[in-house]
């Protein structure tokens, strides 16, 4: 069943069918005040932290309560509805409506017994408060009397497990009062109490553009014995005025409309983490204009994701991938990249932190479009890199480069949990610092000098060498990189003498790029080579059975992924490693990859490995703790079907390169959304395997890696476009069957109108390169090459 399309014209997700499978969700603000709200207007709040900030409650593991709520209420038959479907739920038949998922806000139009209400969800540019807007509209012959409640529940504190769990603390601190036009709420009044009287752990829910007829500050007298689909204030017509005092708080305003024939009227709730004085400020200054008001707001906030995702625009024969490379999948990197994990509806917030390799990943996905953001974030992401070169396992949101605590310390594991380095965190800093000098021309990056996290600093190029001294001292009895405390699979735990055959492809592809980016002539380059060459041989010598590279080997030596395993005896990442790393090439690599196809491909895209766990797990295989099909243990894990779709695309297997793209792509389960269950608009961690009784259901979405090993797949593999330090390499990989297709693309300050025409119908190989009416031999165009503005043509 389909639920909603895309709209490219206003970049909006729409939905017009609110009885979706899951909550599907959209994310507003940045986590200084972040919101996360569903098409019935669920989702919580929360200030810097999801755990530790959080404003508003959400219960998790229900489908979706609660939220934002705006009800309406025709005061003269006491008939009443929400301007979201639900919580009310009113019958489909009757009510009418859309909800649109734009890019930082979400709005939902309805019209239901002649009334039509237009709300909108977002948080200001820079801002720490969020706007819902109400336009309730009355096109009918006659005057109308409409009740507007606006209600939020506001946890009884900033720890949200606190708030779930320790009630005997928790009901008894917070209180609420009335500010004529809000309802303010107070929690631990009296401790920490400056000379102005305020705490800073006050919030406000305040309603401008209206008077406010009755409130409450009491769930409980909100509700009433009932629930959202019906509280008890809703259904009398008005709040009785009483005020949270112990137990739990909410803000509920009501007003009472009057709508003449044809009238309109713009109510604007808002709500904060703000004492009294900064909540009066904030409603006096939506009160003045606030239709205006709003408006600025929301035009600026357009523009600013406009300009984000401006510096590629493809236009190609499938709708979907448009959709997604243009809009959805960026704007899901942007999301990764600045939320990383921290709250979504499965992440509470409790991570305190950035996870080392997500957030390296997940830099990758946006230098295409803002190089500015991907450096500032590279450079924090070297600065947490320790001076012996590893990544640390978690760099807090407080991380303070040279001064940091490592896990050799106490200290840092009692903070942060993590004890050990993983044998992958700083080799994925190769690939996204090559892509942002590649994007850039910004060769004078890598002489740029950082700290390390805990002691010394380096120029960018140290910090790479380091992380290789790091692989090169942590080698297991083949002289193969260590798996460690895990590598890019979470579940592997092979320690310091088990070995990875994924971590050896990553350092083969990073000793690859250094050689790359080292001055010419540097005498390291010859190192590097050396190195490479050895670890080949060792990898071809060990780890290859004629059509597949095994993973790796455990502890005590046995091989895991061997052909004549009974179990896990094909695994994703290796070969399309071997692929991407350049180890790979020619006949070698297309068998690996049919290998692939063969034994990991579904309907839903590459299971990461093949078959799932059972009976057969080593010590330190962990997947073994999820159901066959789920997760680690056999399931269509997406983060690697990018680097599946980059290794096709690079072997120039455009078919192949565009259907894993298609098998797993959010956008490809609109019209079959059951399935899936999660958004169509939004890429999922992974996707139930053949082994699993729901082979297809997604799960864990936005906040995840696939976002941008999926975004580099399509730009880089199958759009072709390949910044290298020198220029721009334009080499498609697309379904035969396309005669074609356009993009534009801002590269260094430079407009380039690409053209790509495909009369034979191949799937790759550019025939013929035509820059600004002159022939240009097939490669690199150099940055020299460029002028202003670029007509670039591309014969395959
Ligand atoms: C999760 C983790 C990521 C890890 C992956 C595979 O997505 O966030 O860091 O690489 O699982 O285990």
């Known amino acids: 069943m389909q639920y909603g399309y895309f709209d490219e014209s206003t970049r909006e997700y729409v939905i017009t069918n609110p009885n979706t499978p ?4 959209n994310y507003l603000g940045s986590p200084e005040y972040g919101a996360i709200i569903t098409q ?9 932290s999801g755990a530790a900030g959080r404003l508003l409650r959400y219960t998790f593991n229900q489908f979706d309560e609660p939220g934002r709520y705006l009800y309406l209420r025709d005061d003269r038959d006491g008939d009443y509805w929400s301007a979201s479907w639900k919580p009310v739920g009113k019958p489909l038949d009757a009510y009418h409506t859309v909800c649109r998922h734009g890019l930082g806000y979400t709005a939902m139009d309805t019209e239901y017994a002649g009334i039509i209400s237009k709300a909108l ?29 606006g209600y939020c529940e506001f946890s009884n504190e900033n720890n949200y497990e606190q708030d779930m769990v320790n009630l005997q603390y928790t009901q008894f601190i917070s209180h609420t009062t009335f500010g004529g036009d809000h309802v303010l709420q107070h929690i631990n009044e009296f401790w920490d109490r400056q000379a102005d009287g305020t705490n800073g752990r006050e919030r406000f829910f305040g309603l401008a553009g209206a008077q406010v007829a009755s409130h409450t500050g009491s769930r409980a007298a909100f509700l009433g014995r009932n629930r959202f689909d019906a509280p008890h204030a809703v259904e009398t017509g008005h709040c009785d005025g009483s005020e949270c005092y112990n137990g739990n708080p909410c803000g509920a305003l009501h007003t009472a409309l009057t709508l003449a024939p044809g009238e309109k009227r713009t109510l604007v709730f808002l709500l904060g983490q703000k004492n009294a004085a900064q909540a009066r400020a904030l409603i006096d200054r939506y009160a003045v204009a606030p239709e205006a008001t709003v408006q600025a707001e929301w035009e600026a906030l357009k523009a600013y994701w406009q300009g984000e995702l401006a510096a590629l625009r493809v236009h190609t024969p499938d709708e979907r991938f448009n959709a997604m490379v243009n809009t959805w999948n960026a704007f899901q990197c942007f999301t990764t990249v600045v939320w990383s994990r921290a709250a979504s509806l499965i992440y509470c917030g409790q991570r305190n932190g950035y996870g080392y390799r997500d ?9 295409h479009l803002d190089p500015a953001m991907a450096r500032q974030r590279l450079t924090f992401m070297l600065s947490a890199q320790v001076h012996h070169g590893a990544g640390l396992p978690l760099v807090k949101y407080s991380h303070q480069p040279g001064h940091e605590d490592t896990p050799e310390q106490e200290s840092y594991v009692k903070e942060t949990g993590h004890p050990h380095y993983r ?3 700083a080799l994925w800093l190769f690939p996204t610092v090559y892509k942002y000098v590649a994007e850039t021309g910004d060769a004078a990056y890598l002489n740029e000098v950082i700290p390390y996290a805990d002691k010394d600093e380096g120029t960018v190029l140290d910090h790479l060498k380091r992380a290789l001294d790091f692989s090169f001292h942590h080698v297991g009895p083949h002289g193969m990189p260590a798996g460690l405390h895990a590598d890019w699979n979470d579940c592997l735990r092979l320690g310091e003498r088990g070995e990875s055959t994924f971590v050896a492809f990553q350092l083969l592809y990073a000793m690859r790029i250094l050689q790359e980016l080292l001055p010419a002539g540097d005498p390291y380059q010859q190192t590097l080579a050396e190195q490479s060459e050895r670890l080949l041989q060792t990898l071809n010598s060990v780890c290859l059975e004629s059509d597949r590279y095994i993973r790796g080997f455990t502890e005590q030596g046995a091989v895991i992924g061997s052909g004549a395993d009974a179990e896990a005896s094909l695994w994703l990442n290796p070969q399309s490693w071997a692929v991407i790393s350049g180890a790979a090439t020619g006949a070698q690599a297309d068998t690996l990859m049919q290998t692939v196809f063969e034994g990991l491909n579904t309907p839903y895209g590459l299971q990461v490995m093949a078959p799932p766990y059972r009976y057969g797990a080593f010590d330190g295989a962990r997947m073994l703790l999820f159901n066959p099909g789920t997760k680690e243990n056999g399931s269509v894990f997406c983060q690697p079907q990018g680097w599946a779709i980059l290794a096709e695309a690079l072997l120039g297997h455009g078919e192949r390169a565009f259907r894993y793209f298609a098998e797993s792509s959010p956008a490809s389960f609109n019209d079959n959304a059951d399935l899936r269950g999660i958004e169509p608009y939004v890429h999922s961690q992974f996707i139930e395997g053949a082994d699993s009784p729901y082979a297809g259901r997604a799960h864990v979405h936005w906040l995840t890696g696939t976002a941008s090993t999926v975004m580099v797949g399509c730009v880089e593999g199958i759009l072709g476009l390949r910044p290298t330090p020198k220029g721009l390499v334009v080499s498609p990989a697309i379904p035969s069957a396309w ?9 260094r300050g430079k407009m380039l109108r690409i053209t790509v025409q495909n009369p034979e119908h191949r799937e790759s190989g550019v025939t013929r390169l035509v820059l600004n009416g002159s022939e240009h031999a097939p490669g690199v165009i150099l940055t020299e090459e460029l002028q202003a503005d670029n007509e670039l043509l591309v014969v395959l």
């Open 22 to 25: 899951a909550p599907w969700a």
């Open 40 to 48: 019935s207007a669920g989702g919580y709040s929360f200030v810097k």
């Open 121 to 149: 969800y977002y948080v200001p540019m820079g801002a720490t408060h969020e706007v819902w807007r109400l336009t309730v509209e009355n096109p009918g012959a006659v005057t109308r009397e409409i009740s507007v409640f």
């Open 359 to 367: 957030t390296v990943q997940d830099i990758q996905g946006i230098t």
């Open 423 to 425: 044998a992958d965190d």
């Open 739 to 747: 005669d074609g297709f356009t993009m534009q693309k801002t590269f």
